[in-house]
Each structure stands twice: as structure tokens, then as C-alpha cells.
Nanobody, 118 residues
Framework: QVQLVESGGGLVQAGGSLRLSCAASGSIGNPNAMGWYRQGPGKQRELVAHITSDGTTTYADSEKGRFTISKDNAKNTVYLQMNSLKPEDTGVYYC????????????WGQGTQVAVSS
């Protein structure tokens, strides 16, 4: 069983930066995709970025150029560096891991709050 623990959220002013971390315990199979989703107030959960086991990254359009996703395979940890934060980036950020087997196995973290003030 894979467990995900996020950290790094907080309150920041617009234009500031935060770095989120998600540490996975247990064995994650390959191939996989590790990523971050955001759920803003009154909104549905949406993809922010993900990175596959071969290092391919994908970003939502609104995050391109501002956010960077990376991972440390040795530590089973995925990071999200968020720069030039905007108030609309506010929400709960969830770590997600998908093991791309048949059937797909999916795991979620408990979420970490990010609040960006204007």
C-alpha cells in the first residue's frame, strides 16, 4: 500500500514562491505518473502538473512557465516549485500517484493548503 504525505503549503503574497513536497512510502510500480492537483474554493479538482517515470512532464496551461515539477527517485518524492504565485492559485493541493498497470492503481495524499493573498 502506497501512502503519500505532502508538505510545504502555506500563506504567501502574490508574486511569492512556495515549494511543495510529496513523499511516497511503499513500493511504487513502474511505469507511473506522479503529480499535483489543485482544488480551489468552490471548484473541481484539476491537474496542475505531473511527471512520468521516464521524466516526461505535463503542465496545465495556466502553470506553464511558473511552476516546475521534479522528482527524486531515490527518495520517492515529487516536488512542485511554484513561482510568481497568483491569488487564483489558492486551493488545496493534492499529491497523486498513478501506477500505470491494468487496472490502474491510484493513490492520493491528504492535501496541503496554499493561500495566495493579493
Amino acid at each position: 500500500q502506497v501512502q503519500l504525505v505532502e508538505s510545504g503549503g502555506g500563506l504567501v503574497q502574490a508574486g511569492g514562491s512556495l515549494r511543495l513536497s510529496c513523499a511516497a512510502s511503499g513500493s511504487i510500480g513502474n511505469p507511473n505518473a506522479m503529480g499535483w492537483y489543485r482544488q480551489g474554493p468552490g471548484k473541481q479538482r484539476e491537474l496542475v502538473a505531473h511527471i512520468t517515470s521516464d521524466g516526461t512532464t505535463t503542465y496545465a496551461d495556466s502553470e506553464k512557465g511558473r511552476f516546475t515539477i521534479s522528482k527524486d527517485n531515490a527518495k520517492n518524492t515529487v516536488y512542485l516549485q511554484m513561482n510568481s504565485l497568483k491569488p487564483e492559485d489558492t486551493g488545496v493541493y493534492y499529491c497523486n500517484v498513478r501506477v500505470l498497470w491494468i487496472p490502474i492503481r491510484e493513490y492520493w495524499g491528504q492535501g496541503t493548503q496554499v493561500a495566495v493573498s493579493s
